[in-house]
């Protein structure tokens, strides 16, 4: 079973290389994914609010951690469904289904985290509290 492109899939032969490999599903991720793109702009605006708020460094600790396990659970989502994709093709499948709503459950599960996260940090220092 051969790729249709005929190109041979092997080890990566340097950091260099691994490194160059993680940037292109980065721009993948950026081209390609809608929602990655939101949560993007979303951890712009809330690195600029940050700045603006002038929170501590404990607090960027946690808007940080927030931020990144949103986009990472975003990475995680694409992965599966693209596996899922690409085993099942465009037929529907109740397993299938099943592994990429539990994929993106996890993006929601993530995104619940990022929002109370927000809450703990920007609500005493706009309020006063």
């Known amino acids: 079973m051969g790729l249709k492109d005929k190109k041979v899939v092997r080890k990566n032969r340097s950091f260099a290389e691994s490194f160059k490999h993680a940037f292109d599903g980065l721009v993948i991720l950026c081209k390609t994914e809608r929602n990655f793109r ?32 949103v986009l990472i659970a975003e990475v995680v989502n694409t992965l599966c469904e ?16 099943k592994a990429k709503d539990v994929a993106a459950a996890g993006v929601v599960i993530a995104s619940i985290f990022a929002a109370i996260i927000g809450l703990l940090v920007y609500v005493p220092i706009i309020f006063g509290l």
């Open 38 to 69: 939101f949560h993007l702009i979303a951890s712009l605006i809330v690195v600029i609010i940050s700045f603006i708020l002038k929170i501590d460094l404990s607090q960027w600790v946690w808007i940080l951690l927030a931020i990144f396990i």
């Open 82 to 97: 693209s596996i899922v994709n690409l085993i099942v093709g465009n037929k529907y499948d109740e397993i299938a289904k």
